[in-house]
């Protein structure tokens, strides 16, 4: 059984003194990031200390779907709503996420990890390195296998470009291993992932990156 009120997230999980690390998360409207930040909050939630920022220009629907499935305490998710394109809250005026992330870690840190979610937007968008310290960028099958060749920002520089929804490759016609050849091309030796979050393990290629970013984080801090 999960547990998921405070005392499920002992102080010694978290680096004593050190912010937590920040995630961001990014990509076009409906390839699944409200439901990675929820498979990732149920993966890591029993070892880590984590809360959750969403992004909405004229709602709070996706912190909401977050507060339904009960991945994580209330009071560890915020929203924002933008008001405008998700671009300008997550790289140009960071304000508003920057201090829901900074009276979280007020509220109920110490904490581990901070994931910020971006509203849906196009293969442009890009977080802020004020506001995020690494970015994961999700496209899907859905969208067609010549995503990764169209390139853009999200892309061809996220920190992880991961590939949702791989177990409706065979019912869209889209040929995966075409677009990891695409993605390889965009994007050198930066990795790709795909994940199928409706089978079992399938957020575990990016809950895999995560625990090793935050070792790689923790130890800088050191």
Request: glycine share 10%.
């Amino acid at each position: 059984m999960h547990l998921h009120h405070s005392d499920a997230f002992p102080e010694r999980h978290s680096s004593a003194g050190h912010r937590a690390l920040r995630i961001g998360l990014g990509g076009p409207v409906g390839t699944g990031k409200t439901a990675t930040v929820a498979a990732l909050c149920r993966a890591l939630r029993d070892e880590l200390s984590i809360a959750v920022v969403t992004n909405d220009i004229y709602t709070r629907e996706d912190a909401e779907f977050l507060l339904r499935e009960a991945v994580l305490p209330a009071e560890r998710i915020r929203a924002v709503e933008t008001g405008a394109c998700p671009h300008t809250a997550i790289r140009d005026d960071i304000s508003a996420n920057l201090e829901a992330v900074e009276d979280l870690e007020d509220l109920v840190g110490p904490l581990n990890l901070i994931f910020v979610e971006s509203g849906g937007d196009n293969l442009t968008a890009t977080f802020s390195k004020g506001l995020v310290d690494a970015q994961i960028f999700i496209i899907d099958v859905a969208g067609g296998d010549d995503i990764p060749r169209k390139g853009g920002p999200g892309v061809t520089t996220a920190d992880l470009l991961v590939i949702n929804k791989t177990d409706l490759a065979p019912y869209v016609g889209v040929d995966l291993e075409g677009m990891a050849r695409d993605a390889k091309a965009q994007r050198g030796d930066l990795p790709v992932v795909f994940t199928a979050l409706k089978t079992e393990g399938g957020i575990k290629p990016v809950s895999d990156w995560i625990r090793e970013r935050l070792t790689d984080w923790t130890a800088g801090l050191e």
